[in-house]
Protein backbone atom coordinates (compact mmCIF):
# COMPACT_ATOMS: atom_id res chain seq x y z
CA UNK A 1 0.00 0.00 0.00
CA UNK A 2 1.48 3.48 -0.74
CA UNK A 3 1.82 5.65 2.19
CA UNK A 4 -0.29 9.19 3.12
CA UNK A 5 1.10 12.64 2.16
CA UNK A 6 -0.58 14.79 5.02
CA UNK A 7 0.52 18.83 4.79
CA UNK A 8 -0.01 21.82 6.95
CA UNK A 9 -0.44 25.12 6.24
CA UNK A 10 -1.87 28.71 7.08
CA UNK A 11 0.62 32.16 8.13
CA UNK A 12 2.39 32.66 10.62
CA UNK A 13 2.21 30.99 13.87
CA UNK A 14 -1.08 29.73 12.90
CA UNK A 15 -0.27 26.80 15.34
CA UNK A 16 1.14 24.08 12.84
CA UNK A 17 4.01 22.52 14.62
CA UNK A 18 2.19 22.40 17.96
CA UNK A 19 -0.66 19.86 15.78
CA UNK A 20 1.59 18.34 14.03
CA UNK A 21 3.24 16.95 17.27
CA UNK A 22 -0.15 16.04 18.77
CA UNK A 23 -0.86 14.74 15.91
CA UNK A 24 2.17 12.37 15.27
CA UNK A 25 1.81 11.09 18.73
CA UNK A 26 -1.76 10.21 18.35
CA UNK A 27 -1.27 8.34 14.83
CA UNK A 28 2.05 6.52 16.12
CA UNK A 29 0.15 4.96 19.45
CA UNK A 30 -2.60 4.10 16.97
CA UNK A 31 0.00 1.87 15.34
CA UNK A 32 0.76 3.97 11.97
CA UNK A 33 3.95 4.81 10.98
CA UNK A 34 4.31 8.51 10.80
CA UNK A 35 7.04 10.80 9.90
CA UNK A 36 7.46 14.28 10.15
CA UNK A 37 8.77 17.12 8.30
CA UNK A 38 8.99 20.68 6.98
CA UNK A 39 9.25 23.17 4.22
CA UNK A 40 11.38 24.29 3.29
CA UNK A 41 13.81 21.85 4.75
CA UNK A 42 13.52 18.32 5.62
CA UNK A 43 16.72 17.31 4.27
CA UNK A 44 20.85 18.41 4.77
CA UNK A 45 20.78 20.14 1.38
CA UNK A 46 17.08 21.93 2.11
CA UNK A 47 18.03 22.68 5.44
CA UNK A 48 20.82 24.65 3.99
CA UNK A 49 18.75 26.49 1.37
CA UNK A 50 16.06 27.39 4.48
CA UNK A 51 18.92 28.84 6.00
CA UNK A 52 19.50 30.98 3.23
CA UNK A 53 15.54 32.14 2.80
CA UNK A 54 15.11 32.90 5.77
CA UNK A 55 18.21 34.91 7.72
CA UNK A 56 17.08 37.95 8.08
CA UNK A 57 19.94 39.69 7.09
CA UNK A 58 18.96 38.72 3.38
CA UNK A 59 16.34 41.18 2.95
CA UNK A 60 17.55 42.64 -1.02
CA UNK A 61 16.50 38.91 -1.62
CA UNK A 62 14.03 39.02 -5.41
CA UNK A 63 11.05 37.65 -5.43
CA UNK A 64 12.54 35.50 -8.13
CA UNK A 65 15.30 34.36 -6.49
CA UNK A 66 13.35 33.73 -3.14
CA UNK A 67 10.68 31.88 -6.11
CA UNK A 68 13.61 29.45 -7.64
CA UNK A 69 15.13 28.91 -3.63
CA UNK A 70 12.03 27.55 -2.05
CA UNK A 71 11.26 25.41 -5.57
CA UNK A 72 14.90 23.76 -5.11
CA UNK A 73 14.25 22.95 -1.48
CA UNK A 74 11.00 21.35 -2.40
CA UNK A 75 12.88 18.88 -5.30
CA UNK A 76 15.34 17.99 -3.18
CA UNK A 77 12.67 17.68 -0.16
CA UNK A 78 10.43 15.17 -2.22
CA UNK A 79 13.13 13.43 -4.22
CA UNK A 80 15.03 12.62 -0.90
CA UNK A 81 12.65 12.29 1.50
CA UNK A 82 8.70 12.63 0.68
CA UNK A 83 8.67 10.26 -1.98
CA UNK A 84 10.61 7.28 -0.58
CA UNK A 85 8.58 7.63 2.88
CA UNK A 86 5.53 7.40 0.45
CA UNK A 87 6.75 4.51 -1.38
CA UNK A 88 7.30 2.58 1.90
CA UNK A 89 3.96 2.96 3.05
CA UNK A 90 4.36 5.53 5.39
CA UNK A 91 2.36 8.54 6.73
CA UNK A 92 3.81 12.02 6.17
CA UNK A 93 2.91 14.31 7.95
CA UNK A 94 4.80 17.62 5.85
CA UNK A 95 4.55 21.59 7.59
CA UNK A 96 4.01 23.60 4.78
CA UNK A 97 4.40 22.66 0.78
CA UNK A 98 3.92 23.92 -2.35
CA UNK A 99 -0.20 25.77 -1.42
CA UNK A 100 2.45 28.11 0.74
CA UNK A 101 4.43 28.80 -2.63
CA UNK A 102 0.39 29.48 -3.94
CA UNK A 103 -0.08 31.87 -0.83
CA UNK A 104 3.29 33.84 -0.21
CA UNK A 105 5.14 33.99 -3.20
CA UNK A 106 1.55 34.31 -5.90
CA UNK A 107 -0.67 35.89 -3.02
CA UNK A 108 1.97 37.63 -1.55
CA UNK A 109 4.69 38.89 -3.68
CA UNK A 110 1.95 38.95 -6.83
CA UNK A 111 4.02 36.68 -8.89
CA UNK A 112 2.13 34.59 -11.63
CA UNK A 113 -0.10 31.93 -11.07
CA UNK A 114 0.89 30.56 -14.27
CA UNK A 115 4.81 30.36 -13.48
CA UNK A 116 3.95 29.24 -9.70
CA UNK A 117 1.71 26.18 -11.19
CA UNK A 118 5.31 25.51 -13.44
CA UNK A 119 7.51 25.13 -11.05
CA UNK A 120 5.33 23.86 -8.31
CA UNK A 121 4.79 20.40 -11.10
CA UNK A 122 8.51 20.74 -11.65
CA UNK A 123 9.83 20.63 -7.58
CA UNK A 124 6.81 18.40 -7.01
CA UNK A 125 7.51 15.56 -9.81
CA UNK A 126 3.61 15.22 -9.35
CA UNK A 127 3.96 13.89 -5.64
CA UNK A 128 0.91 15.89 -4.27
CA UNK A 129 -0.86 16.01 -1.05
CA UNK A 130 -3.73 13.84 -0.18
CA UNK A 131 -5.27 16.05 2.56
CA UNK A 132 -4.40 19.48 3.37
CA UNK A 133 -5.01 20.94 6.87
CA UNK A 134 -5.02 24.55 6.23
CA UNK A 135 -5.11 26.14 10.23
CA UNK A 136 -6.68 29.96 9.96
CA UNK A 137 -6.23 32.61 12.51
CA UNK A 138 -6.09 36.15 11.78
CA UNK A 139 -2.69 37.43 10.56
CA UNK A 140 -2.17 39.22 13.99
CA UNK A 141 -2.64 36.38 16.46
CA UNK A 142 -0.68 34.44 14.46
CA UNK A 143 2.25 37.14 14.42
CA UNK A 144 1.85 37.60 18.21
CA UNK A 145 2.22 34.50 19.08
CA UNK A 146 5.28 33.88 16.47
CA UNK A 147 6.96 36.92 17.91
CA UNK A 148 7.51 35.34 20.86
CA UNK A 149 9.94 33.15 19.82
CA UNK A 150 12.17 36.04 19.68
CA UNK A 151 14.05 37.61 16.46
CA UNK A 152 11.95 37.80 13.20
CA UNK A 153 13.10 35.82 10.13
CA UNK A 154 13.32 37.73 6.83
CA UNK A 155 9.24 36.29 5.99
CA UNK A 156 7.85 37.03 9.38
CA UNK A 157 9.94 41.16 9.22
CA UNK A 158 7.11 41.35 6.25
CA UNK A 159 4.36 43.73 6.94
CA UNK A 160 1.12 43.36 7.97
CA UNK A 161 0.03 43.91 4.44
CA UNK A 162 1.54 41.42 3.29
CA UNK A 163 0.81 39.00 5.55
CA UNK A 164 -3.22 39.78 4.50
CA UNK A 165 -2.74 38.55 1.43
CA UNK A 166 -1.00 35.71 2.27
CA UNK A 167 -3.87 34.78 4.33
CA UNK A 168 -6.59 35.66 1.73
CA UNK A 169 -3.98 33.34 -0.44
CA UNK A 170 -4.96 30.83 1.45
CA UNK A 171 -8.26 30.99 1.92
CA UNK A 172 -9.02 31.55 -1.45
CA UNK A 173 -7.24 27.66 -2.37
CA UNK A 174 -9.29 25.96 0.70
CA UNK A 175 -12.55 27.60 -1.64
CA UNK A 176 -11.40 26.26 -5.13
CA UNK A 177 -10.44 22.94 -3.41
CA UNK A 178 -12.41 21.55 -0.99
CA UNK A 179 -12.07 17.99 -1.40
CA UNK A 180 -8.08 18.18 -0.11
CA UNK A 181 -8.21 21.34 1.93
CA UNK A 182 -9.56 21.32 4.81
CA UNK A 183 -10.07 24.64 6.96
CA UNK A 184 -9.55 24.20 10.77
CA UNK A 185 -10.36 27.25 12.79
CA UNK A 186 -7.13 27.56 14.97
CA UNK A 187 -8.22 30.20 17.51
CA UNK A 188 -9.40 27.75 19.50
CA UNK A 189 -7.49 25.82 22.03
CA UNK A 190 -4.80 23.84 21.18
CA UNK A 191 -6.88 20.68 22.42
CA UNK A 192 -9.88 21.67 20.39
CA UNK A 193 -8.04 22.22 17.22
CA UNK A 194 -6.22 18.83 17.95
CA UNK A 195 -9.67 17.37 18.20
CA UNK A 196 -10.92 19.07 14.39
CA UNK A 197 -7.82 17.76 12.79
CA UNK A 198 -8.14 14.29 14.09
CA UNK A 199 -11.83 14.06 13.04
CA UNK A 200 -10.51 14.97 9.58
CA UNK A 201 -7.46 12.60 9.18
CA UNK A 202 -9.35 9.80 10.57
CA UNK A 203 -12.01 10.02 8.55
CA UNK A 204 -9.06 10.26 5.39
CA UNK A 205 -7.58 6.82 6.79
CA UNK A 206 -10.95 4.71 7.22
CA UNK A 207 -11.31 5.92 3.52
CA UNK A 208 -8.66 4.78 2.48
CA UNK A 209 -9.13 0.89 3.74
CA UNK A 210 -12.55 1.21 2.58
N1 LIG B 1 7.38 29.96 2.93
C1 LIG B 1 7.42 28.60 3.04
C2 LIG B 1 7.19 30.59 1.69
O1 LIG B 1 7.19 31.81 1.59
N2 LIG B 1 7.00 29.80 0.58
C3 LIG B 1 7.04 28.43 0.64
O2 LIG B 1 6.88 27.75 -0.41
C4 LIG B 1 7.25 27.80 1.92
C5 LIG B 1 7.30 26.29 2.04
C6 LIG B 1 8.90 29.21 6.95
C7 LIG B 1 8.65 30.50 6.20
O3 LIG B 1 8.78 30.29 4.80
C8 LIG B 1 7.63 30.78 4.13
C9 LIG B 1 6.54 30.73 5.16
C10 LIG B 1 7.25 31.04 6.44
O4 LIG B 1 7.34 32.44 6.58
P1 LIG B 1 8.89 28.77 9.52
O5 LIG B 1 9.83 29.16 10.62
O6 LIG B 1 8.79 27.32 9.22
O7 LIG B 1 9.27 29.56 8.23
O8 LIG B 1 7.53 29.47 9.88
P2 LIG B 1 6.12 28.91 10.09
O9 LIG B 1 5.87 27.76 9.18
O10 LIG B 1 5.17 30.06 10.01
O11 LIG B 1 6.20 28.31 11.56
P3 LIG B 1 5.84 28.95 12.93
O12 LIG B 1 6.61 28.16 13.93
O13 LIG B 1 5.99 30.42 12.91
O14 LIG B 1 4.32 28.70 13.11
P4 LIG B 1 3.47 27.43 13.48
O15 LIG B 1 4.28 26.17 13.39
O16 LIG B 1 2.25 27.52 12.68
O17 LIG B 1 3.09 27.70 15.01
P5 LIG B 1 3.52 26.95 16.37
O18 LIG B 1 2.82 25.66 16.49
O19 LIG B 1 5.00 26.98 16.47
O20 LIG B 1 2.85 27.93 17.42
C11 LIG B 1 3.33 29.25 17.62
C12 LIG B 1 3.06 29.65 19.09
O21 LIG B 1 1.68 29.69 19.31
C13 LIG B 1 1.30 28.79 20.37
C14 LIG B 1 2.44 27.80 20.50
O22 LIG B 1 2.54 27.29 21.80
C15 LIG B 1 3.64 28.65 20.11
O23 LIG B 1 4.11 29.38 21.21
N3 LIG B 1 0.03 28.17 19.99
C16 LIG B 1 -1.17 28.53 20.48
N4 LIG B 1 -1.53 29.45 21.41
C17 LIG B 1 -2.86 29.55 21.69
N5 LIG B 1 -3.83 28.79 21.11
C18 LIG B 1 -3.52 27.86 20.19
N6 LIG B 1 -4.47 27.12 19.62
C19 LIG B 1 -2.13 27.70 19.84
N7 LIG B 1 -1.47 26.89 18.98
C20 LIG B 1 -0.17 27.19 19.06
Known amino acids: MSGCFITFEGVEGCGKSTQI ?9 AGYDVIVTREPGGTPIAEAIRGVLLNPDHENMGPA ?7 AARAQH ?7 ALAAGQIVLCDRFADSTTAYQGAGRGLHAELLHTLNEIATGG ?22 RGRKDRIEQESIDFHERVRQGFLSL ?3 DHDRIHLIPGEASVDEVHQTIRRAVEALLAARVE
Do not use: N, Q
Not at 21 to 29: P, S, V
Open 78 to 84: VFEKIAP
Open 65 to 71: VELLLYA
Open 174 to 176: AAS
Open 127 to 148: VWPDCTLLIDVPVTVGLERARS
Open 21 to 29: ALLWEYLTE
